[in-house]
């Protein structure tokens, strides 16, 4: 029992720590309907820029979560800019654009791998020791990351709710052509909405690298459970993929502790071709 | 204030604006009517800046506006109330009229927008807080107008505003659109069906087939057979 209980809580960690990164490929799609498949590099390119950081200067950690923070929003602008605008403009563009993030992917894997070599990396836990709650067992650095991940989306809610710029990328992502009969720039929206999904993404990045061993490849893994929870939400819903990203980390969590590590992707397949048979808009899908 | 000269635009490789000229004095309020299909709405659309013009020429209080997009069109003082309404459906009415006073211009105004659309449409501030996927057809058509008021406009461009409406909302959307003009000084271009309503409302009106002008006449020197013979 106590071992089910541990495993439910290691799973909500998890699982916040997913919702982390599944935000920023929801806000991508929402607002512009393009699906980022390189979304896992990109966090695990904000999480490599903040550790080069670390041991560098006192504060290490701070001072490469912002400039980490600062350069992924200018990658995304750029990336948008430079690449995704033109192919937008040309029709097929829902294809062209995955595939086209898909082999930039690929391409950024192997430039961090050129850069920061095989060897794992790690991004040190910011708190040292733990609670015991009877036979519950957590660690301080576990639940400072769950408060941060609720504190960025709170953030996040706030910024869509009470700015120009956020209610303008929500307006985007309901109607282009509203959108555009109240003035709103569409292709600067799409550009800032690029800028702060990878600046999110980054963030993300880091926090995962704190309790996960970082090395090129497995930035795959996070994307291809960021595409499945997205799914399980419901494409383009924020909320939808916070929901699904607990459920599913508990869920990994509970088939790890009663199967084993091996199952882990098994598990996840399993539960995407599920949905995919019985809902698949996801959760809280249906107004795409 | 406003000119059009000779505009052409297409979808694909169809023609659907053949060379269209007209203009819109300070003030008035014009009516465009005209059959289905032939290009009615693609004239709005390439005015609000929503689809490329082919050819030709837009000014707007002397300036060249023709191939501008369309959130600099908005930020000049033209509003387009499209048939569609394109509304925020997951947002509140309120939040609707908040997003439709996005530009510069219109953010210092929006108090006194939002009292003068509330007096017009009472039905809306009552309904402020509904979502308006919840609205009725009537209602997104008052949000849809509203909203694009809240932008502080200085030419209003509508289209169709009382399509599949009942009579009795069809005359309050009518009068309305009059008041919006008498109170506000703002200008409208209407393209309608109801003849009958749009021609007490306009000063002046054209008749629009293929692609193009037919004919230009005031308002009160032409009555609804003329112009429904000319549909056919």
Redesign the interface.
Known sequence: MANLINAIVSGLIAGSLYAAMALGLTIIYGVSRVFNFGHGIVALLGAYIAWLFLGQMTGGLLAGTLVSLVAMFLFGLLVYRFTINPLLKKPGWETSTVLFLLGAGILLENVLLQVFGPRVKSIPSFLPGGLRLGAVQVNWHELSLVVIVLAAIAALNAFFKRTRTGQAMRSVAQSIPGAQVVGIDIDRIYGLTFGLAFAVTGFSGILLGTKYYLNPHIGWEWMVKGFVIVSFGGLGSTSGAIYAAVILGVVEAIAVLYLSAIWVWPIWFVLFMVLLLLRPQGILGGRL | MLEVRQLEARYGDLQVLRGVTLRVGEGEVVALFGPNGHGKSTLLKVL???HPPAAGKVGFNGQDITAL???RI??LGI????E?R??????TVY?NL???A??MRARPKMASNLEFVFSIFPRLAERRDQMCSTLSGGESRMVAIA??L??EPALLLVDEPSIGLSPGLRSAVFEAIGQINREKGITILIVEQEIRHALKLAGRIYMFKKGQVLFERPADEVDVAEIEKAYF
């Open positions: 609000s800046g929503l997009p369309a959130h908005v930020e509003a387009y109330i499209p569609e394109h509304l925020f459906r997951d947002l939040e908040n997003m439709g996005y530009n909203r694009g809240m932008s």
